[in-house]
């Protein structure tokens, strides 16, 4: 009996208060993207007075960190982002003590619901907190389809309108920035000189969402977002810093989309071996995954189930015409700012051809880590020709990818020809995943050569002519030069096509 008594009953977590007068000392932890798209949330939470810092890029030692203090079979992703905060604190602790912690920080991470362990990394979370005796330290979740969810318990945080708009939209500008990395890096004819420019591009785009105008806590902020000017000028902007990087297109390069689990394959660092850097070590160009695309893809779960009727809904259709005009909305945005970047950022795909080229091997309504899209980006990438392969990144211990996987294998064997890495990311194998990858990669660089060889033979073009023409254009070696795709997954085979259409061999 005297034992029973000393074990506590367990009691969900709830956070502490934040008061209003706490904000000016107390700083919003936040993190799980890339640092573009972090350092330009910064600028949208400090503008609206916050202090607000990411937590430091995953690392190697975040993984060990977060086995010791959540459960076992918790996915890769939890494990990292957990240890991630632990290690944070752990080191905040030791400089400045528990009660100091506890008073100046909280984090805010997304929540969700669903199959996945998504809708519990707060568990995990609170369960470190425990182990760290940090029961005191505040977390906050952000729900993924509310725009205006009100104060926080206190009112120190308000989760409203000009908060939710300035994260989305600095997550879609983020992820404009990563595309033209990405499309950039691998043919630089300076080293370096696009991360200096991309470095350049952040600060400068930092400011813009620092110097966001207040339009009010409702609508007058929505129309602003969607109608002012202000976020394309300043991308208008960053294409002119961009305008002064060389490029050789004629450098052939094996196309790699990388997609797979959301955290896994946004990151960039140890939580996934630091896959892309690798890739282009490789002599690759990688497509990312815009966070953008999945920021989409929870729209169209409402608007199927409002096609099925099954809503609660009294007045469904209006409802679907509504989630509808939003949706064109979304698109139009991000292809607004697309615009004001030369349109060289990816389009976003199109979510019903999406879940069409899924439905024959995954049902959409199965919902949890990527749902159908899995299937449905290879395929896109695929019948579109937009990459030569596919590398897919599944953390261990995640029972939606396992799924998504296992209709994969019913995908090659009608599309055995489709190059398709399926990397699992334990966070410690990096050499049998990158190997594995390496297989794949092999046979994806192969194709990219081929398409080259047979792109001049088809012209007739040879790289001496196609280095005069060059001479006398140096615009087509501007990186904000846009190259059509012209039916080949690699750049150097569109860009030859793309030459023997302007007249280089007529000259
Ligand atoms: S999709 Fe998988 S890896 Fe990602 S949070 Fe859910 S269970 Fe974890």
Redesign the pocket.
Known sequence: MAQLATIAPYTAYKPRPFTRDQRGKTTILYGGLTWKHERLMQGALHNLKYNAEPLPNIARDDLDAGKELIDTGA????IFTTGSLVNFLKKEVAAHGKDQVNDKFIYLTAGACGP???GQ?HESYSMALDGLGLRDFRLFLLAQDELDQGPANGGGLEINMPMSLGLIWSILCGDLLVDLEYMTRPYEVNPGQTDAVLKDSVEYMYEVFLHRPDRGKKYGTLAWHLMSNYFTKALREVRKKWDAIEVDHLRVKAKVKVTG????QTHEGDGNYNIKRWLEQEQSEVVPPPVAVWLHYLLHPEIRKLEHRNSKSKHPQMQQMALQALEKIYRGTYNRFRKALANLPNELPDQVELKQLAEPFYHFELR???GHMLIGKALHAYHHKKAHMICELS?YS????TMSIGSMANVLGKYPDLLYAPIEVKGDAEVHALSRCQMILTEAKKRAQAEFEDVMKKTGLTVDAIRKYEARHPEVKRATYKVPHLGYAGMAANYITHLARCGVGNA
């Open positions: 996915c890769c992703p939890t996945c362990r998504f990394y689990e959301f955290w896994l949890g880590g990527e953390p995640c029972m939606p990818n």
